[in-house]
């Protein structure tokens, strides 16, 4: 933060006409600096419609530079298969679609939209991922995901500010784009926020006729695979879900009480 003061302390005492001014050898980008001071400004009062716009562009470069499992392949089918009853979370209309990469993952979107990796499929049984599934759904169902673009997109335009002070400056906007949504995908929850999807994971086994014990067994494998060989494939994953000891615990004594 306190770059971003002061490249703003900066531009209030260079005259407008100049585009560019020299600080140590560098050459500062004086227009740049202060739109992204701006944007770091206005982060903080995006409202939920400029945040669904983040998200759809976000997902939407995500979906472009990620390799998208056909409808038809055995993935896609599945997919179809488990999400057939999910149409909507909390009024927002879901989408889903399996990245067919090696990481172990899974994220949603403040659009409703949610990705599967086609890892994660290959390590859960329907149960399994029919719970995780409704995990992430239960972030979309709450302020979770908003919240962290709303962070991610504060950390983007902060890493731009920096860019702006650099000897060349390239085009930023793909590298912005880039940056939020790496910062977007690797976001922690609150644990507040990771109960409450564990719960709505676990309600939507339920509700679908799955096991309950889908949610725990679920949070049982990446415990288990965080602490194998693999463990890097399941890092951003592991990372972005903590004390999963704790909750698949948790998950585990809730479906006892089912019986």
């Given at each position: 933060?306190?770059?971003?003061?002061?490249?703003?302390?900066l531009v209030a005492g260079v005259s407008a006409l100049q585009?560019?001014?020299?600080?140590?050898?560098?050459?500062?980008?004086?227009?740049?600096?202060?739109?992204?001071?701006?944007?770091?400004?206005?982060?903080?009062?995006?409202?939920?419609?400029?945040?669904?716009?983040?998200?759809?562009?976000?997902?939407?470069?995500?979906?472009?530079?990620?390799?998208?499992?056909?409808?038809?392949?055995?993935?896609?089918?599945?997919?179809?298969?488990?999400?057939?009853?999910?149409?909507?979370?909390?009024?927002?209309?879901?989408?889903?679609?399996?990245?067919?990469?090696?990481?172990?993952?899974?994220?949603?979107?403040?659009?409703?939209?949610v990705r599967i990796f086609s890892a994660l499929m290959d390590?859960?049984?329907?149960?399994?991922?029919?719970?995780?599934?409704?995990?992430?759904?239960?972030?979309?169902?709450?302020?979770?995901?908003?919240?962290?673009?709303?962070?991610?997109?504060?950390?983007?335009?902060?890493?731009?500010?920096?860019?702006?002070?650099?000897?060349?400056?390239?085009?930023?906007?793909?590298?912005?784009?880039?940056?939020?949504?790496?910062?977007?995908?690797?976001?922690?929850?609150?644990?507040?926020?990771?109960?409450?999807?564990?719960?709505?994971?676990?309600?939507?086994?339920?509700?679908?006729?799955?096991?309950?014990?889908?949610?725990?067994?679920?949070?049982?494998?990446?415990?288990?695979?965080?602490?194998?060989?693999?463990?890097?494939?399941?890092?951003?994953?592991?990372?972005?879900?903590?004390?999963?000891?704790?909750?698949?615990?948790?998950?585990?004594?809730?479906?006892?009480?089912?019986?």
């Amino acid at each position: 933060m306190k770059r971003i003061i002061l490249c703003m302390a900066l531009v209030a005492g260079v005259s407008a006409l100049q585009a560019q001014v020299r600080i140590g050898g560098r050459t500062i980008n004086v227009k740049k600096v202060e739109d992204t001071a701006r944007d770091v400004a206005s982060a903080v009062s995006l409202s939920d419609e400029d945040v669904a716009a983040l998200c759809r562009e976000t997902v939407e470069w995500m979906d472009a530079n990620n390799p998208i499992a056909d409808e038809a392949s055995e993935y896609g089918r599945r997919l179809a298969r488990l999400t057939a009853n999910l149409r909507e979370a909390n009024g927002i209309a879901l989408n889903f679609k399996v990245y067919d990469v090696s990481d172990v993952n899974a994220f949603a979107c403040g659009d409703g939209s949610v990705r599967i990796f086609s890892a994660l499929m290959d390590l859960m049984d329907d149960d399994e991922l029919v719970a995780v599934i409704g995990h992430e759904v239960g972030h979309v169902a709450g302020t979770d995901v908003k919240d962290a673009l709303r962070t991610a997109y504060v950390t983007s335009a902060a890493i731009n500010a920096a860019g702006a002070a650099s000897r060349t400056v390239g085009a930023l906007s793909e590298t912005q784009l880039k940056d939020l949504a790496q910062a977007f995908v690797d976001a922690q929850f609150s644990q507040k926020q990771e109960y409450a999807a564990d719960d709505y994971g676990f309600d939507t086994c339920i509700a679908n006729g799955f096991s309950p014990y889908g949610m725990a067994r679920a949070l049982d494998k990446l415990v288990e695979l965080s602490q194998s060989s693999r463990a890097s494939t399941v890092q951003k994953m592991f990372a972005s879900h903590p004390d999963s000891e704790k909750r698949a615990r948790r998950m585990h004594e809730k479906a006892d009480k089912m019986k």
